[in-house]
Each structure stands twice: as structure tokens, then as C-alpha cells.
């Protein structure tokens, strides 16, 4: 069931070394050219057993993919330690908070990023954790209640929906997104925004909370603070609808969409990833809300029209220019994940 998984387990249990690294090259070349390491098919609509049985292998298997990954040999043993627990774990069983970690998991090892970000990320994966309704923020409750009006605003359904066609180019099953659940987390994972699962959207406490933080510093007003909120909380929300609804259609959880663009799609893309085709539609740039309201010439007047726009079931023409908005840096695709700064996990 789970060959290149249990190959991994096996083999770090089994590694012997005298320095604090752990030689990942070695096993792709060694212990797993014989496990069927291409192929990456996840169904998103087996049962539960099967599809974390699939998923654990499919992580060691982007991995194995990632040239990123394959760049470097040696890694923090420490940090792959943590892989190794969570996929030896979950071997029979997976909880609520594993299959969180999990799913990230599979979308981060597609990463195109560096050693260090590899290391620290792993090394921090099992931070996931789903927030308590009773230590959730007080802003939380509002947010659901915005989420609540976006499901039944049919121009955000048809955004979602017509990007995602233009994406597949065919017409995709209708899907009904109030049948998407929505579960906050906490993680300690700098920058991560989100990712999506089976019917399910995960959103970061921890980076609302930061960027509550930082709207305090700059003295907003409760009322401003709502509207950011908002506007954050909507890309998000649309950024990873768009990631669910093209695997929920194609029936593959382990999908990218630059496999699925053809190289006309690519040229008319900055970007070649559903999130922020999504994202670029709707605000026509990839914003990055906390450094914006960093900014002295922040305006949030163009924020509050299209705000306003948005909930009387309109997707406005935002200015980023005029509102004076940060594009984001450092982005990670396959999640949503804003690299921002180097972690420390010593």
C-alpha cells in the first residue's frame, strides 16, 4: 500500500552517521529507484484509509520530483526527522491535526525553494495545529460571518468557477461552496497564509493575529482593521478555492497547475499557478496585506469601495497603485505560503 513511504521509514531508521546530517540523495538514488517513485496520483475521492495512505507516499514522491530538493543532498537530520515522525505516525490512522500537517506536507515538498526553507519548515511542520473555538480571536466570529456572505455572492462563485474552466478549458462539475468547510489553525511556520484539503480550507490564526498586531502598531480603527481583514481574508479564500475546486474536478488532490496550462495559457499568466491566476483577477496584483498597512502612503479608501463593491455581489477594478499596496515577495506556489524572513529552529 504505502512501499515508498515505508522504504523511507525503513531507511532512516536503519541510517547511520557520525555528523548531524541526513543524506537524502543517497536513499532517492539507492533505496527508492525501484518503489514506482513517478507516480503521484492522489485521489481526491477515495475513502480515508487509502487516500492518507496515498497522500504519505505522494509527499516522499514530490519530493523525489522536486529538483529543488534533489539540488542538495545532505539535510539537518533533525529536520527530517520530523517528516520521518509524521509519515511513520500516521501509518494506520491519521487524526484531524495530522491530516492538516499532511496535506501541507504535500503541497510544500513541491516547493521550489532553498535548503534552509526546507529544513525549517519541516523542522516546524508539526506546529499545525487546529485552533479551539475557545482560543480562537474575537475576529474570528466576524470573518465567519463575512465567509458566510462571499458563498452566496454569485460573482465570487462565478469567479472561482470561470477561472478554474479557463484554467482545465472545459466546463468543470458546479460545486456548491458552502459545502467547503473552514478550519482556522495556529502553526509556527512564518508566512504560511493557508492550503486547502478535501472540502476543507485551512486559514492561519497565527498570520491574522500578525497582521492584527501590526494594524495596531499603525492605529487603525476597529472599522479599518474589519476592512483589511476582509480583503485578506477574501484572497485567501478565493486563492485556495480555486486550488480545491481544479483537484476536486480532475480528481487528483496531487495536481499542479503548471502540468495542466498549455504553453499559449503560459504566456498570458505571470504566474502559472491557480492561486494567483485567481488572486491577479481580483485585485490585478498578488498583495501582500501586512506590509501594505506598513506603508505611510497606504490608502484605504480604494479598499473600502471595493469592499463595498464586493459584498453588493460586484468584483470591483482594484487599483493597487492608487491604494498603495506591497506585492508579496518570497512566494511559495501549491500553498500559500509567503517565505517573509529565515527561521531560526535551533
Known amino acids: 500500500m504505502s512501499q515508498v513511504v515505508d522504504s523511507f521509514i525503513d531507511y532512516f531508521e536503519s541510517y547511520r552517521s557520525n555528523t548531524n546530517k541526513f543524506d537524502f540523495g543517497f536513499f532517492f538514488r539507492n533505496e527508492l529507484a525501484n518503489k514506482s517513485p513517478t507516480y503521484k496520483w492522489l485521489d481526491y475521492n477515495c475513502e480515508k484509509n487509502l487516500f492518507v495512505a496515498q497522500l504519505r507516499d505522494c509527499i516522499i514522491k514530490n519530493l523525489n520530483r522536486n529538483q529543488s530538493f534533489r539540488d542538495e543532498n545532505l539535510f539537518s537530520k533533525k529536520s527530517i526527522k520530523k517528516l520521518y515522525e509524521i509519515l511513520k505516525e500516521t501509518k494506520f490512522n491519521a487524526t484531524e491535526e495530522q491530516s492538516a500537517q499532511l496535506l501541507f506536507l504535500l503541497a510544500f515538498c513541491k516547493a521550489k525553494t532553498d535548503l534552509a526553507h526546507f529544513e525549517s519548515t519541516f523542522f516546524l511542520s508539526d506546529s499545525i495545529e487546529i485552533a479551539l473555538k475557545q482560543d ?6 466576524k470573518l465567519d460571518l463575512f465567509h458566510k456572505i462571499l458563498i452566496s455572492l454569485s460573482s465570487v462563485h462565478e469567479l472561482i468557477i470561470d477561472t478554474c474552466n479557463e484554467i482545465l478549458e472545459m466546463r468543470i ?87 495542466l496550462l498549455s504553453e499559449s495559457q503560459k504566456k498570458k ?24 498597512v506598513k506603508e505611510k502612503d497606504f490608502n484605504l479608501e480604494p479598499c473600502k469601495l471595493y469592499l463595498d463593491q464586493l459584498i453588493s455581489n460586484k468584483i470591483g477594478n482594484f487599483d493597487p497603485k492608487l491604494a498603495h499596496t506591497v506585492k508579496r515577495q518570497s512566494i511559495i506556489t501549491n500553498c500559500d505560503l509567503n517565505f517573509k524572513k529565515a527561521v531560526d529552529y535551533e
Request: glycine residues 6%.
Open 136 to 141: 480562537r480571536l474575537e475576529e474570528l466570529d
Open 269 to 292: 499568466y505571470s504566474k502559472f499557478e491557480a492561486g494567483f491566476i485567481i488572486e491577479n483577477k481580483a485585485f490585478n496584483d498578488f498583495i501582500d496585506w501586512e506590509e501594505s
Open 173 to 259: 462539475a458546479e460545486i456548491n461552496l458552502a459545502d467547503v468547510g473552514l478550519k482556522y489553525f495556529d502553526s509556527h511556520i512564518i508566512g504560511l497564509n493557508g492550503f486547502s484539503g478535501r472540502d476543507i480550507i485551512y486559514i492561519s490564526q497565527s498570520e491574522i493575529r500578525s497582521l492584527i498586531s501590526v494594524m495596531n502598531e499603525k492605529q487603525f480603527s476597529s472599522g479599518d482593521q474589519l476592512t483589511i481583514l476582509k480583503l485578506n481574508f477574501f484572497r485567501l479564500f478565493i486563492h485556495e478555492s480555486a486550488h480545491l475546486v481544479i483537484r476536486k474536478s480532475s480528481n487528483n488532490m496531487n495536481i499542479s497547475t503548471p502540468e
